[in-house]
């Protein structure tokens, strides 16, 4: 299933894209999509038996802002240095465990909001990532079986990240990662049975029309079971929490100098095969 929230911020609504293409409105079904429904099994099958019947109202989509496909986030674990490539062009090291940061749920908007250039940001960059969405309480799984069925779906991600405040500003990386707006989502939650092999997914990014970011979740260096089964080892995860998991090659941190880092008025766009688009405008905070 693809499930999405729409309306205004702070009032959407649970829908559903079914297989043709047509949004239906769940709000008469659940009262939202959040970690509350993906753990529930039967809410989610009465959904999709809902679908299949052809039962469900169908939204005009004109006009209709898509938002965040999850609500009442409640943490936003991120993998940094995750691609070969990006290792590479960055002149890291190849981690050896996974590098774990954190986002705030705050920073989550929607897959086509403003994305706010913060004040005194001279290096924001842009970062298309593959989000993982828990639907299960995950506490010190042993198998990369265990890490998966513990999945409720993906979406994509933007990590946008100020890298004069993330590398360049001393501490850790968070000064760089949770400015306002930097973390749109969406537009929907495809649901892992959809999904059958997260190692196998097309990642793209444009900035005002030129390509960017051409990458695949087979250059991960720590696949989505080992990162899930490795972030449960050191903290509980919940269902509705979100995992970033890194992005590929060609970040404007990567580029030669002058690197091409983002201003207002640009427009980025973003896409993971079946997973859906995004397209955000530049705005300065």
């Known amino acids: 299933m693809k499930l999405l929230r729409v309306g205004p911020a702070g009032t959407e609504r649970p829908a559903l894209l079914d297989d043709s293409g047509t949004l239906r409105d769940l709000s008469g079904l659940v009262p939202d999509i959040d970690g509350t429904l993906l753990a529930d099994e039967g809410e989610l099958a009465r959904i999709r038996t809902a679908a299949a019947s052809g039962e469900l109202p169908r939204l005009d989509g004109a006009g209709l802002r898509t938002g965040p496909p999850v609500a009442r ?35 989550v908007v929607g897959p086509d909001d403003t994305v706010l250039v913060p004040r005194d ?3 924001t960059d842009w970062e298309v990532e593959l989000a993982v969405v828990i639907g299960r309480t995950a506490r010190y799984l042993e198998t990369d079986a265990q890490a998966l069925a513990a ?3 993906y979406a994509v991600a933007h990590d946008v990240s100020e890298r004069a405040f993330q590398i360049e500003r001393g501490g850790q ?25 997260p190692q196998n997914l097309r990642l793209r990014l444009w900035v005002n029309g030129e390509p960017k970011q051409d990458g695949t979740t087979a250059q991960q260096i720590f696949p989505v079971a080992e990162v899930v089964r490795y972030v449960s080892r050191f903290m509980t995860l919940y269902p509705g929490d979100i995992i970033n998991t890194g992005t590929p090659a060609g970040v404007a941190m990567g580029h030669p100098d002058p690197k091409p880092y983002l201003r207002a008025g640009d427009v980025v766009e973003l896409e993971i095969d079946g997973l859906g688009q995004q397209r955000q405008v530049l705005k300065d905070a």
């Open 121 to 123: 940001s001279v290096k």
């Open 73 to 107: 986030i409640g943490k936003i674990v991120c993998i940094g240095l995750n691609y070969h490539d990006h290792a590479r062009e960055t002149g890291a090291a190849t981690p050896a465990e996974p590098i774990l940061f954190m986002k705030a749920p705050d920073t």
């Open 173 to 197: 990386w968070d000064k760089g990662k949770n400015c306002e707006t930097f973390n749109p989502l969406g537009p929907w939650l495809v649901t892992a049975d959809e999904v059958p092999d």
């Open 151 to 153: 999945v409720a779906g």
